[in-house]
């Protein structure tokens, strides 16, 4: 059972606007920073957002994260084929002294 | 840009100790934290510790009694060893780079993963 919480399936229709959610405590969201991690199928996960709200450098702005209070979430508009795969929450943990993960999204394009 | 590459045994026994390796090429190691993340098959990830540049490690309390990570900056190589191993620490472990200016949890560049299977 993760520390994080997500709902473990997503789905949409290419184009259209698709949230994911992430609920935790105010040990681990409540008081620190969200990273979300992007894995499709067969590779490792890749950073996708960073700081609750941030991109890094070559992220399309179609996804966007936000932050509010002991809850986390990320955005993806203009839904693509090739962002089919499962997206992760993370943060750090106060009592556990510790990154935590949440259990996991599967996204399917429809 | 900097590239990681995991190596490791494969195929262990129950009970057995290992070590695997991380590699990283391309970049410094100094001013980075360096972690190791595993992903049992169909399964979410789990943090398993890291270890800053200076040698300071911390490890998730979970495994902490069977986990030893260290660095060696003369080989540019990151390693995790595990004691008593068991089916439960059959997975993908990757290692990744986190203290980048994307912030010090957040993990920016990884390996491709290597998979280690525990069974007799």
């Known amino acids: 059972q993760s520390v994080l919480t997500q709902s473990p399936s997503a789905s949409g229709t290419p184009g259209q606007r698709v949230t994911i959610s992430c609920s935790g405590s105010?040990?681990?969201?409540?008081?620190?920073?969200v990273e979300w991690y992007q894995q499709l199928p067969g590779t490792a996960p890749k950073l996708l957002i960073y700081?609750?709200?941030q991109r890094p450098s070559g992220v399309p702005d179609r996804f966007s994260g936000s932050k509010s209070g002991t809850s986390a979430s990320l955005a993806i508009s203009g839904l693509q084929s090739e962002d089919e795969g499962d997206y992760y929450c993370?943060?750090?943990?106060?009592?556990?002294?510790?990154?935590?993960f949440g259990g996991g999204t599967k996204l399917t394009v429809l | 840009q900097v590239q990681l590459q995991e190596s490791g045994p494969g195929l262990v026994k129950p009970a057995e100790t290992r070590s695997l390796t991380c590699s990283v090429s391309?970049?410094?190691?100094?001013?980075?934290?360096w972690n190791w993340i595993r992903q049992p098959p169909g399964k979410g990830l789990e943090w398993i510790g890291h270890?800053?540049?200076?040698?300071?490690?911390i490890y998730n309390p979970s495994l902490k009694s069977r986990l030893t990570i260290s660095l060696d900056m003369s080989k540019s190589q990151l390693s995790l060893k595990l004691t008593s191993m068991t089916a439960a620490d059959t997975a993908v472990y990757y290692c990744?780079?986190?203290?980048?200016?994307?912030?010090?949890?957040?993990?920016?560049?990884w390996g491709q993963g290597t998979m280690v299977t525990v069974s007799s």
């Open positions: 105010s040990s681990n969201i409540g008081g620190n920073t």
């Open positions: 700081s609750n709200n």
């Open positions: 391309g970049g410094s190691i100094s001013g980075y934290y």
């Open positions: 270890i800053y540049y200076t040698g300071t490690a």
């Open positions: 993370a943060v750090w943990d106060d009592g556990l002294h510790g990154v935590v």
């Open positions: 990744a780079r986190s203290g980048h200016i994307y912030g010090a949890n957040a993990f920016d560049v």
